[in-house]
């Protein structure tokens, strides 16, 4: 094992380049952890992190008529997409297909963060996130993670402040 493979390396570094890059151009400097198994679905990256499933904020691109849409949801609840169509005005939503979530995004599912994307998004944020004082999102791929208020997340990614949480019953 060579020197620099022991070395710390900054926060920023163990995100993804892209991500890494929309953090210095916010002048945002924030934990990131990473970790050697991938952590692609919410229960996998609490269980990581140690924290609430429901801190964990879940960003998932739909496709709304045609269009990419992102919704920030916490780990705990899912999207209910009828409420997505009625707040987008939209006839038809569903899950993105893995190459619209990479070209849209330029990051592959599980690791797609709530703001740094390729291209820009309409962001639909749920309100159920604002629930605890901090909440962790993907850092640019499934190995990385970094945490942030739920407010701070939701204004950097220009998300719509909504409700689209599934409601049990």
């Known amino acids: 094992m060579s020197t620099s493979d022991t070395t710390p390396a900054p926060a920023a570094s163990e995100a993804h380049p892209r991500f890494a890059e929309a953090l210095r151009e916010l002048g945002l400097q924030v934990e990131v952890r990473r970790f050697p198994d991938a952590t692609r679905t919410a229960a996998e990256a609490a269980a990581a992190i140690g924290c609430e499933l429901s801190q964990i904020a879940k960003s998932l691109i739909f496709e709304a008529d045609g269009e990419p849409v ?8 899912r999207v209910d997409v009828e409420l997505v169509r009625s707040e987008l005005g939209a006839r038809e939503v569903g899950r993105a297909r893995a190459d619209m979530v990479r070209e849209t995004t330029g990051y592959v599912i599980g690791g797609v963060p709530p703001f740094g994307h390729r291209t820009k998004t309409r962001v639909l944020a749920d309100r159920g996130l604002l629930g605890h004082p901090e909440v962790w999102a ?3 791929h499934p190995h990385a993670v970094f945490r942030l208020d739920p407010a701070t997340l939701i204004e950097l990614a220009g998300g719509t402040l909504v409700d689209v949480r599934e409601r049990t019953t």
Request: net charge negative.
């Open 70 to 77: 992102l919704v920030l949801m916490d780990g705990s609840s």
């Open 138 to 140: 993907a850092a640019g």
